[in-house]
């Protein structure tokens, strides 16, 4: 992972019950994490390159469903 998110991920475990995750959701957590660094990523692309807020949008859906299976939301 980039130090950006690994940044995100320790600080949504840091945000969780300790015995929120199992070892089994690390792959779908770090998708998670990765689509939210892309997100935001691409917002912030989004003010000069309008291709980039499609990219946003797809990578916010992605959060929403992977969200709901981490029990996140």
């Known amino acids: 992972m980039s130090p950006d998110e690994k940044r995100v991920f320790a600080d949504i475990v840091a945000a969780c019950r300790a015995k929120h995750f199992t070892p089994a959701d690390e792959p779908l957590l770090v998708s998670y994490v990765q689509a939210t660094v892309l997100a935001r990523a691409s917002i912030k692309k989004?003010?000069?390159?309008?291709?980039?807020?499609?990219?946003g949008e797809k990578a916010t859906r992605m959060q929403a469903v992977l969200?709901?299976?981490l029990r996140l939301a």
Not at 46 to 55: M, P, Q, S, V
């Open 67 to 69: 969200a709901t299976k």
């Open 46 to 55: 989004a003010r000069k390159d309008r291709g980039a807020l499609a990219c």
